[in-house]
């Protein structure tokens, strides 16, 4: 196949695979999606491989049991129970079906232990904690029920690797239907997080290309540096003004800043002068409602559990839901529709198109205009807290074990020197600071856990799940199992680097990221913003903890797994 000419960032940029594959089915695309993201992941495929003796329908299985009630199903022995492989299993004999058991019978807090945890114990700031708590008590497979909504725990790395393996062409994170809801009323189109099906699929397969392998956003590099630039520049001036002279207080702020920007700078391929002295008071406007959007958002995502009948009694959260929905497609149509008039005169003056990933989207057209909208809502949506987030547990880490930092320095001196701006290239040859990001993010997962509706009858851990079943993947139960990673409470980056070629350290105990057809398309943006920052302020800056903060920052769930309290990172230049 030809490949045309492509480059992003400030080259010029042709129609990249105008039609790729043109004879290749959906369900292909999808398999191949599948394919590079293990290499991405650096998972050996072998090991990722689907043992299809295990991996298998229940048929049989669920013909029994219609025929009897679930709580009639045959006690289960221990030596019987000793004889379930894990995974899904086709029974063979009504003795094989007898050994599978029923979601009645699978252990979990009651309905009004729930009730309690979550609305009187303040159980949604907890959710990271509540996973633990419930792997203790109930084990690696636990049910829970949220009013009508009935939600299967699984907290086992094994386990999440034997739902993650079996999926199908098209996997369901959770129930989209108010999101939905939303853009039919609306007229808007859905996005990538929003839409399923083919649907999902086809934008899939359009916006895989464009993001999802390190080369693919190494182009971006040039254009990340000039943000990286500003950061850096706004670290000096903010500590200047603070009460010791050195401190930048709630480092996360700050962050928020440079990901919007990063992202702006990728995705719109401009600047919106977000990290600027003087920001612009058009760009201020959208900053400050995009922090409205982004705080209530989190909230008003409940509204979706609010049934339509309550609606007239309780319309706040569903008018709040709206509301914040109109702000941020408003804010991307604005930049979208500002380059396609760029584009479109570009092109009535005959002149050549070049510009990144948003120009490409204009140019090839692969994705409806609706779509490109939505997509680059919901991109930004997803790009910015989590990127931010990240960011500031990162630091605060290296500012609590500066032994590590020290590390880290060394490395980052030795490849790029004093002064050299660090590349995608040099990132590399930077183990340690990609460790950073890894064991940063198995300690403060942003999505501290992730959902699947399951899309066929499964057996796993021993029980029937059927189709349809809402999954909630514990990652962060997993990613502080000693079992997966020895010493888990500490902070140790260089657990992630290689030994050699044969070292495998990737494991579904931390995939903060998710895995699959489904996982982050951003990932690689997110890598790409977070590495080059990050080595530039460990290149620049002895990083400590503020003397203004007072106590040890906690994590709390909000949403997204984030500081319960600001941050504040004193940051001292380090000798030339
Ligand atoms: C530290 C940064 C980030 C983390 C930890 C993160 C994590 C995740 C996770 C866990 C998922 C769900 C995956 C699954 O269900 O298997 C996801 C989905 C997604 N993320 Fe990210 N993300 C990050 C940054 C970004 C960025 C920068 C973008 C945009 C450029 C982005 C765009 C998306 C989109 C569009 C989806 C939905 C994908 C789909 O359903 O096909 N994310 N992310």
């Not at 008590?137 to 009508?148: M, N, V």
């Not at 649907?199 to 392998?213: P, T, Y």
């Not at 460790?435 to 699947?452: A, D, I, S, Y």
Request: hydrophobic residues 40%.
């Amino acid at each position: 196949m030809h490949i045309p000419e492509q480059r992003f960032g400030s080259g010029f940029v042709k129609p990249r695979f105008p039609n790729l594959l043109p004879t290749t089915s959906l369900a292909d695309l999808a398999n191949k999606d599948c394919y590079f993201q293990m290499h991405q992941l650096h998972i050996d495929p072998e090991f990722m491989s689907l043992d299809v003796k295990e991996w298998a329908t229940i048929d049989a299985f669920k013909k029994s049991e219609v025929n009897s009630a679930s709580s009639d199903a045959p006690p289960i022995t221990v030596a019987r129970e000793e004889t379930l492989r894990p995974g899904l299993i086709r029974p063979e004999t009504l003795e094989d079906v007898s050994r599978v058991k029923t979601l009645k019978e699978m252990p979990g807090p009651s309905t009004f232990g729930n009730l309690v945890e979550f609305f009187f114990r303040d159980g949604f700031s907890r959710i990271h904690e509540i996973q633990m708590e419930h792997r203790q008590k109930y084990g690696k497979i636990f049910k829970s029920r949220f009013g009508p909504q009935l939600v299967v725990s699984i907290a086992d790395r094994d386990l999440v690797a034997q739902v993650l393996r079996a999926e199908g062409a098209t996997p369901q994170r959770a129930n989209m239907e108010s999101w939905k809801e939303y853009r039919d009323l609306r007229g808007r189109s859905t996005a990538l997080i929003s839409a399923e099906g083919e649907e999902w699929l086809k934008m899939r397969s359009v916006l895989r290309q464009l993001i999802m392998r390190p080369q693919d956003v190494a182009v971006f590099s040039e254009d990340v540096n000039l943000v990286v630039d500003d950061l850096v520049k706004r670290v000096g001036s903010l500590r200047s003004r603070s009460s010791d002279g050195e401190s930048v207080v709630n480092i996360n702020d700050l962050f928020f800043q440079y990901a919007m920007e990063g992202m702006a700078s990728i995705l719109y391929e401009t600047r919106l002068g977000c990290l600027e002295e003087e920001v612009p008071k058009d760009t201020q406007d959208y900053i400050a409602a995009l922090h409205l959007m982004f705080s209530s958002f989190k909230t008003t995502m409940y509204a979706g559990a609010i049934p339509k009948w309550l609606r007239p009694v309780l319309p706040g959260p569903w008018e709040d839901f709206c509301s914040s929905w109109d702000g941020l497609f408003n804010f991307s149509q604005v930049h979208v529709s500002k380059r396609l008039e760029e584009v479109r005169g570009q092109t009535e003056r005959g002149e050549e198109v070049k510009g990144g990933l948003l120009t490409h989207m204009l140019v090839t057209m692969e994705m409806s205009l609706e779509e490109i909208y939505a997509n680059a809502t919901e991109m930004l949506l997803a790009g910015v807290d989590t990127t931010s987030f990240t960011l500031t547990w990162a630091v605060y880490m290296l500012a609590l074990n500066k032994e590590v930092q020290q590390e880290i320095y060394e490395e980052v001196l030795g490849v790029l020197g004093p002064e050299e701006t660090p590349t995608a290239d040099h990132v590399t040859r930077l183990p340690l600071v990609r460790g950073l990001v890894k064991e940063t993010l198995r300690l403060f997962p942003v999505l501290p856990g992730n959902g699947r509706v399951t899309q066929d009858d499964l057996v796993v851990g021993g029980y029937y799940l059927p189709k349809g079943t809402q999954l909630a993947l514990c990652h962060y139960s997993t990613s502080m199992e000693e079992e997966n990673f020895p010493d888990a409470g500490d902070f140790r980056p260089a657990r992630w680097v290689r030994k050699d070629n044969t070292d495998r350290v990737d494991n579904f105990g931390s995939i903060p990221f998710g895995y699959g057809l489904r996982s982050c398309i951003g990932r690689r943006v997110a890598e790409l913003e977070m590495h080059l920052a990050l080595a530039r302020l460990i290149q620049r800056f002895n990083i400590d903890v503020s003397p203004l903060l007072s106590s040890e920052v906690k994590a709390k769930t909000h949403g997204l797994l984030c500081p319960a309290a600001p941050v504040h990172i004193r940051f001292r230049d380090r000798d030339p």
